[in-house]
């Protein structure tokens, strides 16, 4: 049996690709540069300045689907389609192993030879997973958010008892409890997922030093710290003699944690503006 800690860190590492998504989906079609800001950072920023607005992610239709004509930044891309194939590739093993068969309906009439068709009903249930054909993506069309949140449910054991319909008759549980083998290749799936989605973004645990752009404060070393999951910080290397405004991280260097970044962002370019005007 799977230790429950591992299942959710993989729940945990699915809601990271899909908070990410958007961020990814933003990232092809923008050129890789090395201008200021870090795309670490702007990614960042542009997150918290439009806070309020949901991205439309999950209406996006997915890559694999997409014609890209010109994508702006190809290992983005790659990365995308990569995560979207493992997505969909996983949740139709899933769906083989564990999702309970279309329910039959008997069409004929009483007395007539016995036909039998789909119970449309059930087939249409949005929580199923549907394969693709050779003329319909199937549940693909959703794109590899909506993939993350139905292997999800199954990692979490929904849907797994069986359920009362409106004619008070019981129809068996829509999905099984994920074997042993499935499970691990869940688990297995969630985290290259994740470590494709955040070395692409550049999010996974990096220190990168900013060049050319000294601590608006004391002029001291400024470093870029991401890590799995977490918002961007930046750090002086001047130590607590640096006067800025701010608390001490636990090696005493002032800290701009992720709601204090825009002003760094602002005071640093208004420094670099003013070299330029001097
Ligand atoms: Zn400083």
Do not use: K
């Not at 969909?88 to 899933?94: E, G, H």
């Not at 292997?151 to 069986?162: A, I, Q, S």
């Not at 760094?264 to 503006?273: D, G, I």
């Amino acid at each position: 049996m799977y230790q429950p800690a591992r299942l959710h860190r993989a729940v945990a590492q699915l809601c990271t690709v899909r908070r990410e998504w958007g961020a990814l989906l933003v990232a092809v079609e923008t050129p890789p540069a090395a201008a200021w800001p870090p795309a670490q950072l702007s990614t960042h920023l542009a997150q918290q300045l439009s806070a309020d607005v949901e991205p439309l992610v999950a209406d996006r239709a997915p890559l694999t689907l997409r014609e890209h004509p010109a994508p702006l930044n190809l290992a983005a891309l790659d990365a995308a389609v990569r995560v979207e194939t493992l997505l969909f590739d996983l949740a139709d093993t899933l769906a083989a192993g564990v999702q309970r068969p279309i329910a039959r309906q008997r069409i004929s009439s009483p007395g007539r030879p016995a036909v039998w068709a789909d119970d449309l009903t059930d087939a249409s249930d949005p929580r199923r997973w549907v394969y693709r054909s050779p003329t319909d993506p199937g549940s693909r069309r959703h794109g590899a958010h909506f993939a993350a949140m139905w292997v999800e449910g199954r990692l979490l054991d929904e849907d797994t008892t069986p359920e009362r319909e409106a004619n008070y008759t019981v129809r068996p549980a829509l999905f099984g409890l994920l074997p042993d083998h499935l499970r691990h290749e869940a688990i297995r799936t969630a985290g290259q997922c994740e470590r494709l989605v955040l070395r692409v973004l550049e999010l996974d645990a990096r220190s990168t030093p900013i060049e050319g752009r000294p601590c608006p404060w004391c002029a001291g070393d400024l470093m870029l710290h991401t890590a799995d999951g977490q918002a961007p910080r930046v750090t002086c290397g001047s130590g607590p003699t640096c006067p800025a405004p701010l608390p001490l991280d636990e090696e005493q260097r002032r800290v701009w944690g992720a709601t204090d970044l825009v002003s760094l962002v602002t005071a640093l370019e208004r420094a670099a503006a003013c070299g330029r005007a001097a």
